[in-house]
């Protein structure tokens, strides 16, 4: 099998490439990347005017798979993952039975290559069941292929836990994945605590929980010499904990989500159940440091936190809907947004989807290099579309974007040579 | 002149014009409650369901007492008897009750945002009796209503309320309403009970109390839920009471006349002592009564303000 894409330009921020090249694919590799390449391909893609990067690495993904499929499985997630142009996701454990042991994750990866649109690289829990309690068989996971751990929705309460959790992943080279949240200042909280939460009269999460969980974990980073991965960063205080902790050398790394970048606690005017999720939309000024996080490289990644929930568990009282909300399919335009904004260069928001969430997790994926996995995303900036939730890929259809006008998407994704998305008018 | 709201989801969505029609019109049906036989055939042939999901007293029987002295005819159902604690979902409850065609719900519900939901998604009239934290229209309305009366006017008045600001309903939607009409509202209460950016809803916040009273109009006490002491919020009612409680003495920093107001149901020695509560100033049983009128206000208003056939 071979693919030749022609006339695109070519952005690959690992090897900091960026100019019009052709690429040519043999084998599932990328064999060639010239200024001209003649050769036959038994396919050939005219990229003219269209992004030619690597594949689109989404390291905080819900699919669901085991045991809550009516929400999404392997099969749906990765299909929606390759129409927004990803080529590799991670995939959290809180699934039923929650992912802390070989046979999940084996069946995981096993089964995405056999059904799948896409890598899936399965985060594995910290503790057993996330109950808290006891370290799971964290070098057993590595070897099956868990890129991280995390009790992903639940933040390790326990601190000497945590500290125990960093120190034992340490010398398997592994991040533990924090859910930054202290629970006691959560309490029964549905939405940031400000100006909006009062007016509406829903119970508020203050900034401070994330900031004071964020703060604790920096610090046994810190102390342990363990590589910590801050999950969906959403507060200016978390931003500035981690650009500090990041210039005294400490090994932290974090993302952030498209719908923190993009939207207000202001969405949740109306109850609307599809501006729930944890952590919440925050102020505005808290939108403002994430850009700012993310403009001068303190946030390495922007990742969905793709949480599908079924349409009963969103139409009921706010305060009693699912927290989370799908965003595989949105996230490539809101970050180009990002990009139309002045926020951030081109050349950033693709690292920011390929190179910069791989490295995080050390995924081997997210560049171009000669003799790499094919792993390509062929992206149309201009396309102009209206998000329809209705005709996701995904089994869910909870998101706050339906009805956006959208500027940009996937081409055609291509997954270890093979063409796993194409757009179609 | 006709009324242009469907719902009654709050004061928020309410312009000062509507809310005096509603108190004009609540004026007017004042005197059918005074009478021998108290029933006008007004709303005859309207169904109207009480759908309360929390319990409630004071406000569920002044509707049903409303609904019925206009002739509609009026079904209570509360979560305790109904489908919900089968695990029924709130729209399948409501489009099950709508099945059977009534002209108004008035809903009482735990969660913020409940009837704004149900509005979405009916084709009657809403009426929200009570949601979460969020708003209580109608008990503004009753205040507003035995403020004019007792006073003479609103605009310039300055009212005074006191309590558990996080958790009242009833606050916001007084904010709402005496801002509209030009009050100056101050409020006061215990530091972990006054919510972030209160004030931008139109108040002056204290944390001592006799500051709020100085010179008031009108003081309203806000009911202190007695489950609140010994948690994180409060610790002791005893404390509560003595910072926090309406007595003679720090009534007396308020107008000579000025009103003592309380939403019920009070704790009598707690936020309110019961000397003032009883006191010459109080007007606590004129808001009951008042309840009646401007509930039957807002049932006529939102069934289209028209006389039926008779």
Redesign the interface.
């Known amino acids: 099998m071979s693919i030749l894409i022609k006339n695109g330009r070519l952005i690959d921020p690992a090897n900091d490439i960026d100019g019009t090249f052709d690429l040519l694919i043999l084998d599932g590799k990328i064999a060639r990347i010239d200024k001209k390449i003649d050769d036959s391909a038994e396919e050939v893609i005219d990229a003219s005017g269209k992004l030619v990067t690597p594949g689109l690495v989404d390291i905080h993904v819900h699919l669901r798979d085991p045991g809550l499929e009516y929400k999404e499985d392997v099969i749906s997630g990765t299909a929606a993952a390759a129409a927004g142009g990803f080529t590799s996701v991670a995939c959290m454990p809180n699934t039923k039975p929650v992912n802390d042991s070989l046979p999940v994750t084996q069946y995981l990866i096993r089964k995405a290559k056999e059904e799948g649109s896409a890598n899936v690289f399965p985060v594995a829990a910290v503790t057993k069941g996330s109950k808290g309690e006891t370290l799971t068989e964290m070098g057993e996971l590595k070897e099956a292929g868990a890129v991280g751990f995390s009790d992903d929705g639940l933040p390790v309460i326990n601190s000497e836990l945590m500290r125990r959790a960093l120190e034992y992943s340490r010398p398997f080279n592994m991040p533990i994945i924090s859910h930054a949240e202290e629970k006691s200042l959560v309490g029964d909280g549905v939405m940031n605590e400000g100006f909006v939460s009062t007016e509406l009269g829903l119970k508020g999460i203050p900034w401070v929980a994330e900031d004071a969980m964020v703060a604790r974990d920096v610090m046994l980073a810190e102390l342990t010499g363990g590589h910590l991965h801050v999950a969906h960063i959403s507060t200016k205080g978390a931003v500035d904990i981690v650009r500090q902790a990041k210039a005294r050398g400490v090994h932290v790394t974090c993302e952030a989500t498209p719908h923190h970048f993009t939207l207000t606690e202001e969405a949740v005017r109306g109850y609307n159940t599809n501006a729930k999720m944890a952590p919440p939309l925050r102020h505005a000024d808290d939108v403002e440091a994430v850009r700012a996080g993310l403009a001068d490289g303190t946030i390495d990644a922007i990742a969905t936190d793709h949480a599908p929930h079924h349409v009963d568990e969103k139409n009921v009282e706010f305060n009693i809907a699912l927290n989370g909300i799908t965003g595989l399919e949105t996230a490539l335009p809101l970050t180009l947004r990002l990009v139309n904004d002045g926020v951030i260069p081109l050349q950033q928001a693709i690292a920011l989807l390929t190179c910069g969430p791989a490295t995080a997790l050390g995924i081997p994926r997210g560049d171009l290099s000669i003799g790499a996995v094919a792993d390509v995303t062929v992206i149309d900036q201009e396309r102009k579309w209206t998000f329809d939730p209705e005709t996701s890929r995904s089994k869910s259809h909870n998101t706050p974007f339906g009805g956006w006008e959208l500027q940009g998407g996937a081409e055609v994704t291509i997954l270890a040579g093979h063409v796993s998305y194409r757009f179609e008018s | 002149m006709s009324f242009a709201q469907k719902h009654i989801l709050g004061i928020d969505h309410l312009s000062r014009e509507e809310i005096i029609q509603i108190l004009d019109t609540a004026d007017s049906f004042k005197e059918i409650n005074t009478r021998a036989i108290k029933k006008v055939p007004t709303l005859r042939g309207k169904t109207i369901v009480n759908l309360f999901f929390e319990a409630s007293t004071r406000t569920r029987t002044s509707f049903e007492i409303a609904g019925k002295r206009l002739s509609a005819d009026t079904i209570n159902i509360s979560a305790s008897s109904s489908s919900v604690v089968k695990g029924e979902?709130?729209?399948d409850t409501a489009r099950n009750i709508e099945a059977m065609h009534p002209d108004i719900i008035v809903m009482r519900?735990g969660?913020?945002?409940?009837p704004?939901?149900l509005a979405d998604r009916l084709d009657c009239s809403i009426i929200n009796a009570g949601?979460?934290?969020?708003?209580h229209p109608s008990q503004a309305l009753l205040d507003a209503f035995t403020i004019r009366e007792k006073l003479g006017r609103i605009e310039g008045l300055n009212v005074a309320i006191i309590g558990d600001l996080t958790h009242s309903?009833v606050v916001?939607s007084n904010l709402y309403l005496l801002n509209k009409l030009g009050a100056k509202v101050r409020l006061a209460g215990p530091g972990t009970m006054i919510?972030?950016?209160?004030e931008?809803?139109g108040a002056t916040v204290y944390h001592d109390i006799n500051q709020a009273i100085e010179g008031a109009d009108v003081v309203m006490m806000l009911r202190i839920q007695l489950e609140r002491q010994g948690k994180t919020l409060l610790p002791t009612l005893r404390e509560y009471s003595r910072f926090y409680g309406l007595n003679p003495n720090n009534l007396k920093l308020a107008q000579e006349n000025a009103l003592v107001m309380h939403p019920g149901p009070m704790n009598r020695g707690v936020e309110i002592s019961s000397s003032v509560a009883d006191g010459p100033q109080n007007v606590i049983l004129d808001q009951v009564e008042n309840g009646v009128a401007v509930r039957m206000a807002l049932l006529y208003l939102v069934s289209g303000g028209e006389e039926t056939e008779g």
């Open positions: 979902t709130l729209e519900h969660a913020s945002g409940a704004h939901y949601d979460g934290a969020h708003e309903r916001r919510p972030p950016g209160i931008k809803l």
